[in-house]
């Protein structure tokens, strides 16, 4: 079964049409990588995704759970209560990390899957300090935000985001914010979770790194998937002439 | 008059100062709180209501305020009240118009809270009102505290204000003994008082601020 599923998903905002009509469905243990220029409606398609956005149109669904539905030529978006269940299946992972400044490391991992998901603290506390000394952040627990480096930031994010037990993750452009020197620890922290299987969709910018991380590239222009297919159909043999322009720019 | 009568005098107004101003704090703090959420509702009407309460609480003179509250029962509705209403109209006017500036600091702090903080609330599933409480008010109330120490220290002097509507505080004490004694030691000595009030509210306020300073 699927993880996920975005079926003709559109949206505007005022004028602005920034998802066209867009499609794809994400296999359990896939990695996913979305390129494409900026404003091609990658990160509205993530944000429509994690429901920090509302689709116009269009259907969503997680493990067969419907998130929208489309009645008639109306999209009607499902219960509260329903929603909130759902975003139990999926985390996030910001380009600007948004960690709360006021908590430690290991309060920002933990405080949601005590005080959301109701879990029993001591074992919340153990698998957060695991994930913690995997992602090499041992010994940061009492640390805050603003204490750590921009790197070390957004890799407490990513456990703040895998404590929940996530069936998928999204990482909108992870690596943007940081200085150069940074990214590398956070993309192989990335590419460690895609060696367990970890299924991810990942907006980016890296190349790269797409090309090495992904199952499946998808390219985005202007509101629609131009292109979709293995890294090597993607980077290697572009179908269309849009692609082809946007990797020379990349490749300078 | 003695010394030491004239301290006693002005000691036993400061009690009704001091007073006057926790009781103010007790009241507005948490009310500033409601009025920020109704200028910040959606709802229009109720928005637009509150807005017109803080532009007149804003706009006018607080004594003026005051002298509302305490006569306007009697002029606008004919209620006679007892003596004991001064006080009363001391405490509601005062509340009633810091609330009014509180709820200002407020929104103020809520609106500047970066969006980021609530995304990744509601993506991490907690509800609105954990969002509110856990995530956001401690970061809020980090930022306003300068502001609210500014408002705290125009409310202690803002107490001689009650000396209009004729209660005994700290300013009507010194008022009465310096015209009884043609001096202005009473006066001075007041003023002495209020400046140290005031000291030991930015002192206060000041260790506040060091204990939220661990995060940024």
Same mark, same amino acid.
């Given at each position: 079964?699927?993880?996920?599923?975005?079926?003709?998903?559109?949206?505007?905002?005022?004028?602005?049409?920034?998802?066209? &009509?867009? *499609?794809? *469905?994400?296999?359990?243990?896939?990695?996913? =990588?979305?390129?494409?220029?900026?404003?091609?409606?990658?990160?509205?398609?993530?944000?429509? !995704?994690?429901?920090?956005?509302?689709?116009?149109?269009?259907?969503?669904?997680?493990?067969?759970?419907?998130?929208?539905?489309?009645?008639? &030529?109306?999209?009607?978006?499902?219960?509260?209560?329903?929603?909130?269940?759902?975003?139990?299946?999926?985390?996030?992972?910001?380009?600007?990390?948004?960690?709360?400044?006021?908590?430690?490391?290991?309060?920002?991992?933990?405080? !949601?899957?005590?005080?959301?998901?109701?879990?029993?603290?001591?074992?919340?506390?153990?698998?957060? =300090?695991?994930?913690?000394?995997?992602?090499?952040?041992?010994?940061?627990?009492?640390?805050?935000?603003?204490?750590?480096?921009?790197?070390?930031?957004?890799?407490? *994010?990513?456990?703040?985001?895998?404590?929940?037990?996530?069936?998928?993750?999204?990482?909108?452009?992870?690596?943007? =914010?940081? &200085?150069?020197?940074?990214?590398?620890?956070?993309?192989?922290?990335?590419?460690?979770?895609?060696?367990?299987?970890?299924?991810?969709?990942?907006?980016?910018?890296?190349?790269?790194? =797409?090309?090495?991380?992904?199952?499946?590239?998808?390219?985005?222009?202007?509101?629609?998937?131009?292109? *979709?297919?293995?890294?090597?159909?993607?980077?290697?043999?572009?179908?269309?002439?849009?692609?082809?322009?946007?990797?020379?720019?990349?490749?300078? | 008059?003695? /010394?030491?009568?004239?301290?006693?005098?002005?000691?036993?107004? $400061?009690?009704?100062?001091?007073?006057?101003?926790?009781?103010? %704090?007790?009241?507005?703090?948490?009310?500033?709180?409601?009025?920020? /959420?109704?200028?910040?509702?959606? /709802?229009?009407?109720?928005? %637009?209501?509150?807005?017109? #309460?803080?532009?007149?609480?804003?706009?006018?003179?607080?004594?003026?305020?005051?002298?509302?509250?305490?006569?306007?029962? @009697? #002029?606008?509705?004919?209620?006679?009240?007892?003596?004991?209403?001064?006080?009363?109209?001391?405490?509601?006017?005062?509340?009633?118009?810091?609330?009014?500036? /509180?709820?200002?600091?407020?929104?103020?702090?809520?609106?500047?809270?970066?969006?980021?903080? @609530?995304?990744?609330?509601?993506?991490?599933?907690?509800?609105?009102?954990?969002?509110?409480?856990?995530?956001? $008010?401690?970061?809020?109330?980090?930022?306003? $505290?300068?502001?609210?120490?500014?408002?705290?220290?125009?409310?202690?002097?803002?107490?001689? $204000?009650? @000396?209009?509507?004729?209660?005994?505080?700290?300013?009507?004490?010194?008022?009465?003994?310096?015209?009884?004694?043609?001096?202005?030691?009473?006066?001075?000595?007041?003023?002495?008082? #209020? #400046?140290?009030?005031?000291?030991?509210?930015?002192?206060?306020?000041?260790?506040?601020?060091?204990?939220?300073? @661990?995060?940024?």
């Amino acid at each position: 079964m699927n993880i996920l599923e975005l079926k003709n998903i559109k949206k505007s905002f005022g004028d602005l049409e920034v998802l066209k &009509d867009v *499609s794809l *469905s994400v296999r359990k243990g896939e990695v996913i =990588a979305i390129i494409g220029p900026s404003g091609s409606g990658k990160s509205t398609l993530l944000r429509c !995704a994690t429901l920090l956005e509302r689709v116009d149109r269009g259907e969503i669904n997680y493990l067969g759970e419907a998130v929208t539905e489309c009645v008639g &030529d109306k999209t009607v978006y499902a219960s509260k209560k329903q929603l909130q269940k759902i975003k139990g299946y999926f985390g996030l992972v910001f380009q600007n990390f948004n960690l709360f400044p006021h908590y430690t490391v290991l309060k920002n991992v933990i405080d !949601a899957p005590i005080s959301v998901q109701k879990r029993k603290k001591d074992d919340v506390i153990k698998e957060a =300090a695991a994930l913690l000394e995997k992602m090499g952040l041992s010994g940061k627990e009492n640390n805050y935000p603003h204490q750590l480096s921009g790197g070390q930031q957004q890799r407490v *994010s990513i456990v703040r985001a895998l404590a929940l037990n996530p069936q998928i993750l999204f990482f909108d452009e992870p690596t943007s =914010a940081l &200085d150069p020197e940074l990214t590398g620890e956070v993309l192989k922290v990335i590419r460690s979770l895609a060696e367990e299987n970890m299924t991810m969709v990942i907006v980016t910018h890296e190349m790269q790194f =797409a090309r090495e991380v992904a199952d499946t590239v998808y390219f985005m222009n202007d509101g629609f998937i131009v292109e *979709s297919g293995t890294p090597e159909e993607v980077f290697d043999h572009p179908k269309t002439e849009r692609m082809k322009h946007f990797l020379e720019r990349y490749n300078g | 008059m003695a /010394f030491e009568v004239m301290l006693r005098e002005l000691s036993s107004g $400061l009690l009704v100062s001091l007073e006057i101003f926790f009781l103010t %704090l007790l009241g507005a703090l948490p009310l500033g709180m409601i009025v920020a /959420f109704g200028r910040m509702s959606k /709802f229009k009407p109720l928005q %637009l209501l509150v807005k017109l #309460y803080i532009s007149i609480m804003r706009g006018t003179p607080l004594m003026l305020q005051l002298l509302v509250v305490y006569f306007g029962p @009697y #002029y606008i509705f004919g209620i006679r009240l007892t003596s004991s209403y001064r006080f009363i109209a001391v405490i509601i006017g005062f509340i009633l118009n810091y609330a009014a500036y /509180f709820a200002e600091i407020y929104r103020s702090g809520i609106e500047a809270m970066s969006k980021g903080q @609530y995304e990744a609330a509601d993506v991490l599933g907690y509800s609105k009102t954990q969002t509110f409480f856990k995530i956001i $008010l401690p970061q809020v109330i980090k930022n306003i $505290l300068p502001s609210i120490t500014n408002e705290v220290i125009t409310l202690v002097k803002d107490t001689s $204000l009650a @000396y209009t509507i004729g209660v005994a505080e700290m300013f009507t004490q010194a008022k009465i003994i310096s015209a009884a004694q043609s001096s202005m030691t009473a006066l001075i000595a007041a003023g002495i008082f #209020y #400046y140290f009030m005031n000291l030991v509210v930015a002192y206060v306020m000041g260790l506040f601020e060091k204990k939220l300073n @661990y995060f940024k």
